[in-house]
């Protein structure tokens, strides 16, 4: 029985009457709240509110002197069949989608490093060699907190390596629960600190996810719901970090919030200039000599990779700025800003 639908059209129909023929659209109205009734008589037959519509319908049309027969009330416009692309239906914690939607195009994207000595590649393509010893954020934004650690690289050395990061994913209400990673050296565990894997119970925890690409040397963080792609890595004896972070995510901060390697890059009080590193010869040339099988672009990488088998003295710290060039290649939007020049 429809009568609840045709009871809702008359109320829409005379709901705005105004003016010198509103008598004449009454009547409309009503005929048609009339012709309403009659095509749900049979369905409706044994329902109190038709009955009651139907006598209703008689005592107004006598009132306003209004015909049975004569003109009806136009249809009322149907809405129109749920947009299954409209952003209420498209799922809100894949932020590529959304965005899509949004703006009519797709997202652009921005990449940070941070691996060996360390290095830091910024968001802007700027690059450093820095001391930073002790903690330092790399991010710090409303939706993302990375914090390395670093340690000396041997005793008594300038050089420090990263030998702790810390990763929180600040909680996200319809998306995800706050989760932490956490990776030491000699730790890269696949799953965050309360032993899950994904973002939690919420209906969008699925946009969070983590998996092992290389145990214990690689893993991928995959937060959909903010479009950003982390990769944490251990070479040798430092961790290397990788972002790739829809740039709405990565500005998504205030001024209380200037201090961030990935944006800002290292203070100028703690960069180390990388000639520093060679005054040795022969050392200079058997580090570059392995570089150069890992690296064959004599770019910002390879600067690096040379400096850092230099000052540690191992050979593992080629795998380091391979690591952070392959990152590079895979999360840089565009390829052509891969290699740095200094």
Partial sequence: CKILRCNSEYVAATLNLRGSNQ????????????HCTRKTARTCRGDLAY????????????????????PTSPPRPRPPAPNHQSFESLDICNYEKSFLYKHGRPPSYQHCAAFGDPHIR??????????????????????????????????????????KLTIIFKNMKECIDQKVYQAELDNLPAAFEDGSVNGGERPGGSSLAIRERSPGRHVEIRAEYIGTTIAVRQAGRQLSFSIQAAEEVARAFTEEQDLQLCVGGCPRSQRISRSECCRG????ETARALCKEMLPVEDVYFQSCVFDVVTSGDANFTMAA???????????????????FQ
């Avoid at 010869?281 to 200079?284: C, M, Q, T």
Wanted: charged content about 20%.
């Fill in 51 to 70: 009955h009651s519509a139907v006598h209703g319908i008689e005592d107004l049309m006598i009132q306003n002197n209004c015909s049975k027969e004569g």
């Fill in 322 to 340: 391979h690591g952070a060039l392959e990152d590079a290649r895979v999360f840089l939007p565009n390829a052509e800003n891969l290699h740095i």
């Fill in 23 to 34: 008598n004449a659209a009454y009547c409309n109205a009503l005929r048609s709240y009339s």
């Fill in 281 to 284: 010869r022969a050392a200079a």
């Fill in 122 to 163: 910024t968001f802007h393509d700027d690059f450093h060699t820095c001391r930073v010893e002790g903690s330092w954020p790399l991010l710090d934004n409303d939706y993302l907190f990375v914090q390395a650690t670093s340690s000396p690289v041997a005793k008594g050395s300038n050089a420090t390596v990263t030998s």
